[in-house]
């Protein structure tokens, strides 16, 4: 390559860089107003909680030139906020928090929304879920905790909350046909206040199990008052180091009880390129990893592109196994 | 014992220390002017309030919260006496008697005892808390579908022998706030019950707007008659914030037996403040040799309820320091701030961070005491609002309750709701049907349908899991006493 060659390539080269940021200002969206993160339930719970995490990181973080509101609107499992944010049509400083109940509402017959009715934004983080039991039972995994279910399922009482065909449910049907049980025989106690009246009467033995996210449980493990038998993430996890997974317990179910980000329907592809960029800077910040630590959460990170195929994998998942206990149509 | 001692020693330390103790003072004024305000109860003060708690260390955040918990619940009752609105559940008794005396002209009398009662129920909690929150948990833990359906079914009974006159229309109020409990999604087969399409119904119906109806509104369509009669007030006794002698002579037992009745049902998962305060009302009608005055301004109505409603707060505490699970939705909220921060309360809390346990219970001690000095001044002047024209006064109390309404839930839905519970609350008292049973009916009615299914769940089917539990039957005996008592009452009244 000559000198002159060398000269003109680096001039157009020059010029490339300098005209692309030009270019970019153009094309790029930028929030135009406050932005508004809707909470669909009241404050306290996972919902609340991902929107006020989110809203901290991205205010502490100056991830963005606007301000964050977040609003709690809470109702019909969700239905509120979201039908809320469904009226937002084309508007992208509107976004609301969201996890499978989306999906499972709908499959139970409970809402019209899907996650079609609205743009997938982002997954942002999860809870793994686990099978507990009381510390003094005779099970030590799932081989035989669920072969004892399968031999006698009218003595073995499943808690689950706060209804059924959540996350909790869907998992624990699912490892019931694994084993080889029968998914309808499964006696499950159905506990509204969830955790709070779960593990007490798991403790008072008045039910034998419980299926439930990880860090509901994680205090009582640590007190040596309960026993996991098996985790639902794709590794073993950190906190508790001997419980193995149920890919290890040579059961092909990973399932994460993930929460994340949807907006309002008709996103353009740069308000979808917005959101991807700033949120994929958000998840690598040290306020989000110190957020996420404190709330003993885990990064699950999936851009608009990849959450939207997800979603769609995750529905079919849903679908057939509520299809099994006859809760879908 | 020794240990405990030095424990709460250390826990004083965190507590006493200046900031630690200039925050107790701002939560509890900051949670009383809250639990003032109609709709806005405990749960949605803290809620409002975590953001003041970023930058905060765990234990002063937590003593933050907790006084603006307890600083809520002081609140509650004035908005109760005052103008007939309950801020939440808990506080639905305290207009039974309070707000009856405030009509009088006993506000002082009202508020003073509501907030002596308080107190000491506070006191007698936080001391049972110290003491015997190892033995009572573990206690707890033997409760399970079948006892809490017994429960359940004894709080209700107890409730029909507080209806005046007629049995049967205490029953038929029962029936229809169990009707109403039906309606949304039932979580066990995920049917949709009779919500008439509309979405707004899918989550049931919020008894708090119910509540707000049949009481503020409800009275304010009473008071229209008499518009420019002013209360039947003494000038010169209203602005008297104390207890008289009588009113003291009347309300110690009460008071005294609130406190451990309330801290017990605390401690149980998932009762609540509303079952203890149900339940400590029926009880103190049912001891009194004035039955008849109840409702209508008896100061023991109102002393017992309000000792058994703080103890109790101190019982949910319980579950969320040794299980790190919350028993009500303030603690909830709690425990998701404080996670927030870092810290997961459960079994090894008090031995991981005893300055925070501690610090907290010690905290709650110096609150109830600043509290009370917080709370008597500050009726003073919220007597003064009696001298009020009703021409006045009612515009402002249907504001109010509608605004605190929306403060509820956000929704729009609810003000049709409370328009059209105020109108049947109105309804219901032309037609003297007592409205207590069915307000707990309504509340308790989606949880004893639940208890009774798991139970059953449980049993396979047997219905004698009722009968073969001790504690169960226990409650089942009782609440066959209260329903033979309260039909032999009926049987006098009516022979008479």
Known sequence: MNRISRALGGAVLATAVAASPLAAFAKDWEPQRPIEIIAPAGPGGGWDLLARTIQKTLTEEKLVSRPIIVSNKPGGGGATGWNYLKGKEGQGEFLAATSPLLIQNNLLGKSELTYKSFTPIAALMTEWEVVAVRADAPWKDGKSFFEALKAKPESMHIGVGPALGND????????????????????FVVYPATAAEQIPALLGGHIQAITISLGETLEQVKAGKLRLLGVSSPQRENEIPDVPTWKEQGIDFVFPHWRGLIAAPGLSAEQKAYWDKTLAKMVETPTWKKALENLQWELFYQNSEQHAAFLAEQTELMSSTLKDVGLAK | MDAILHNLGLGFEVALQPVNLMWLVIGGLLGTIIGMLPGLGPATGVAVLIPLTYGMNPATALITMASVYYGAMFGGSRASIMINTPGDASAIVSCFDG??????????SALATSAIASFVGGIVGMVFLIFFTAPVAEMALKFGPAEKFSLMLFALTATITLSEGSVVKGFLAMGFGFMLATIGIDGQSGAIRFTMGIEALQDGIDFLVIMIGFYAIAEVFKNFSSLDLRYD?????????????????????????????GFFIGVLPGAGGTIATFLSYAIEKSFSRKPEEFGKGAVEGLAGPESANNACSCGALVPLLTLGIPGSGTAAVMLGALMMLGVRPGPILFEQHPEIAWGVIASMLAGNIVLLLINLPLAVPLVQLLKTPQRIMLPMIVGLAYMGTYFLNYANFDFVLVSVSALGGYMLSRLSIPIPPLVLALILGGMTEQAFRNSLTIANGSPMIFVTQPISLAFLVLAAISLIYALKRHRKLTQV
Do not use: C, N
């Open chain 1, 168 to 187: 909790d449910h869907i998992q624990f049907l699912t490892l019931t046909k694994a084993f080889g049980g029968d998914p309808k025989a499964v006696k």
């Open chain 2, 99 to 108: 707000y009856p005396m405030a009509k009088q002209g006993r506000a002082g």
């Open chain 2, 233 to 261: 007030v003494d000038a010169k006794s209203i602005g008297r914030v104390w207890m008289t002698g009588e009113d003291f002579k009347r309300s110690w037992k009460p008071i005294l037996r609130g406190g451990p009745l």
